[in-house]
């Protein structure tokens, strides 16, 4: 038995392609055995090495980020969202509701302890202020209504690539900042630019009319003029974060840039494939701001059992009492207390298109301008200087640049690269591998049947049977013998031929 696996064991050292086992098995005497022995465990060790540091690299999940920037015919424009520093206008609304408003809405959110606010809304008696009904039943409506209006009486001239547009074109939202207007909103036809540079994009011509202003001098905005924000089309706007302030009696330039980012999921990047699909309940897209909004929307909803009119959601909205007593301070107490995106279980996403702007400012308007104004809107130039605000919206370069990121080390690179170090230091391949299986397998049938044989030729004595399997035997190993007669095949030989011999006897 030991000997029929000798020869395989031999022949297979002879024919696999890792050769440091044929330079061991031929081997002329025992140095040189033991020389390539040793040439081959260390041959092995610095592979094994290799590989495991192969391994470690690909498990790092290292990426890069590739910039390409690509020169467009057209592009598509971004959302403008535009919103008032004013809240409410003083016309239309009783100083009664604007008292309550200051008193309800605006002076709890500056102590910013939920235990200060509950005290300071008992202590007041809300009843005694006699705010019109509609307030109460309908906050959103009342603030749709007497917030800022973006009408023919306020867009005093808009263009969108020198064609006349309409406060028809802009479609009306909720933000922090009350009733906000976005032009381009429509996420599957958005409009493109074509040639580049001011006048070739959105061009506005706006009053802010500083004398509807009721914002309170102590607790709410104190500035005058607009605040705008470029945005995709699938993303809420947020002004209060990433909007860009224009003031009036200034022409504001904002040439945009437009930016797509693709990242690879984890754990490569830090975006969740899953995510990309549907994973809102109000938006059909997944943006990192919606997810955000309707997290926050969600905490309010549980805790205060409505919803904010600034956030998505299908519960009743909350009256400035209910954000007042439970929804500003639970929002407050949770971004104090956790990280946002980790609490609310938000990711970038694999992939999207941000825009951000590069403001600059001219005075506004010329002498000659405002003689001009003067006669055809008839706004006196005192008044253009603290009201009307000219916000151009455009490309000034009609090209989109991409960041994406890939895997530093892909699964294809690992195995080139592990493929790389076994082939060089050892001659392994694929194939070598099914060489050895080959080998295991005619090494384990061989010790089946060899098994198999000595239980039948002991009772039975079946000389040919065995004689056969003998001289099958035998010829393999004449075999070897002929093809590289060395000292070692010949000993392994002798025995078998013995064998042979004794059978035939039987
Ligand atoms: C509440 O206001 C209405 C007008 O809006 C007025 O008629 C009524 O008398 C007021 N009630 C009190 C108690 O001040
Ligand atoms: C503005 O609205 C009008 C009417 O709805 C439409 O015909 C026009 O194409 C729109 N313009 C832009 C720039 O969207
Ligand atoms: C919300 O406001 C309504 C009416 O003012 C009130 O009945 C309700 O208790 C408030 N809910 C919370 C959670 O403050
Ligand atoms: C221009 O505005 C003034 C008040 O600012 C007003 O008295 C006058 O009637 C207006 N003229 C026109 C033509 O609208």
């Known amino acids: 038995m030991g000997d029929k696996q000798d020869s395989l064991d031999h022949e297979f050292a002879n024919y696999t ?31 094994t090495w290799q590989i495991v540091d192969r391994f470690q690299n690909y498990f790092a999940y290292r990426t890069g980020t590739e910039i390409n920037v690509q020169l467009e015919s057209e592009l598509d424009f971004p959302a403008v969202t535009i919103c008032n520093f004013n809240r409410i206008r003083a016309s239309g609304v009783t100083q009664r509701d604007l008292t309550y408003l200051w008193t309800a809405m605006y002076a709890p959110v500056m102590m910013g302890n939920p235990e200060a606010v509950q005290a300071y809304v008992n202590s007041v008696d809300w009843d005694a202020f006699n705010v019109s009904t509609e307030l109460l039943e309908d906050f959103p409506g009342y603030v749709r209504r007497n917030g800022f209006v973006l009408n023919e009486d306020t867009l005093a001239q808009c263009t969108w690539r020198g064609v006349e547009c309409t406060a028809q074109n802009f479609t009306h939202v ?26 070739n994009g959105l061009k506005l011509i706006m009053d802010v009319q500083t004398e509807e202003y009721t914002e309170d001098p102590l607790l709410g905005n104190l500035e005058y003029g607009l605040i705008f924000q470029v945005h995709d089309q699938h993303e809420p706007p947020r002004p209060e974060l990433v909007g860009t302030a224009v003031a009036p009696g200034s022409h504001t330039y904002a040439s945009t840039f437009q930016t797509h980012v693709k990242n690879q999921p984890t754990p490569w990047g830090q975006c969740d494939q899953n995510k990309g699909r549907n994973h809102l309940k109000y938006y059909d897209k997944y943006t990192l701001p919606g997810c955000l909004l309707e997290c926050r929307a969600e905490l309010v909803a549980s805790v205060c059992k409505c919803t904010p009119m600034y956030y ?133 049938s061989a010790f089946f049947l060899f098994s198999r044989k000595s239980s039948i030729t002991k009772p039975n004595k079946d000389g040919l049977k065995v004689n056969n399997a003998v001289v099958f035997e035998n010829t393999a190993a004449e075999y070897a013998e002929k093809k590289e007669s060395t000292e070692l095949s010949t000993i392994q030989t002798k025995p078998n031929g013995e064998k042979a011999a004794t059978l035939e006897m039987t």
């Not at 055995?33 to 465990?41: E, N, Q, V, Y």
């Not at 076994?422 to 005619?442: C, Q, R």
Request: proline share 4%.
């Open 17 to 47: 392609t890792c050769h440091g086992a044929s330079r061991i098995a031929n081997a002329k005497n025992r140095p040189h055995m033991a020389l390539w022995t040793l040439i081959f465990l260390a041959a092995f060790g610095l592979c």
């Open 174 to 199: 909720f933000t922090e900042y009350g009733n906000c207007w976005t032009f381009n909103s429509d996420k599957n036809s958005p409009l493109k630019q074509t040639s580049p540079g001011a006048g």
């Open 312 to 444: 998505p959601g299908d519960m009743d909205y909350c009256t400035p009492l209910n954000l007042t007593a439970c929804g500003i301070p639970t929002l407050a107490t949770f971004l104090k207390e956790n990280n946002e995106f980790d609490a609310c279980g938000c990711t970038v996403p694999c992939e999207y298109t941000s825009y951000s702007s590069q403001v600059s400012y001219a005075g506004y308007p010329s002498d000659r301008a405002a003689r001009f104004y003067e006669t055809t809107f008839n706004y006196s130039s005192g008044y253009m200087s603290k009201n009307v605000v000219l916000l151009d919206v455009y490309y000034h370069e009609l090209r989109s640049t991409t960041y994406e990121q890939f895997k530093a080390v892909d699964e294809s690179g690992l195995i080139s690269d592990v493929g790389g170090q076994v082939g060089f230091f050892i001659g392994v391949s694929v194939i070598t591998l099914f060489e050895f299986l080959e080998y295991l397998i005619m090494k384990f």
